[in-house]
């Protein structure tokens, strides 16, 4: 009987500590460890219809750009991109919200590191284009302009013409 007694108190201390840490979590994610909550403000003048975004990067799981909506929090909008990478702790993660009167811009492609597969979906480009890019960039090195791609077997001015807005030769 002494051992069940035993048993039944351990489980009663795993539970009592397991929860003391959740709601030191909860606490803490709250702001209420001394931190203030971080607020987010969304401007007044946004049009009908228009969503705003915010880029979550960093060191979560799937970086990119979320809608944000009214009452969003922070933790949720990290949820939404997949949490963040076991490890890492929130001071690796980033967020930019997009001002109202923020262009959306494309993101380009850099020839001198994209693999063959990003290549392709360039338009005009294929399987045997991305290839020669890779095969000349192995060669010669990196390219020092997006008008090099001339110099790629198959890569002619009308090419270049139509992926000229979408590609980059950054470092």
Known sequence: MPQV??????????ALAAAAILIGEILTASGCDGTPPIE???????????????YI??????????????????ESLVQAAGGIIDGFDSSHVEL???????????????INRAEAWLLEALPGIGEVKAQAIISYRQQNGL?????????????????????????????
């Not at 007694?5 to 795993?14: D, E, H, N, P, Q």
């Not at 930019?96 to 850099?110: L, R, V």
């Not at 302009?145 to 090419?159: A, C, K, M, P, R």
């Open 5 to 14: 007694g035993f048993k039944k108190c351990r489980l009663v201390i795993a």
């Open 143 to 171: 390219f020092h302009s997006t008008n090099e791609l001339l110099n790629v077997d198959g890569i002619g001015e009308s090419t270049l013409e139509n992926i000229g807005d979408l590609i980059t030769v950054a470092d």
């Open 96 to 110: 930019n919200i997009a001002q109202a009167d923020d262009q959306e811009t494309p993101q380009k492609i850099n």
């Open 57 to 74: 990067g960093g060191e979560v799981n799937n970086p990119g750009f979320y809608p944000l909506q009214d009452g969003d929090t922070i």
């Open 40 to 54: 987010i403000s969304l401007p007044e003048t946004t049009a009908t219809g228009q969503i705003t975004q915010v």
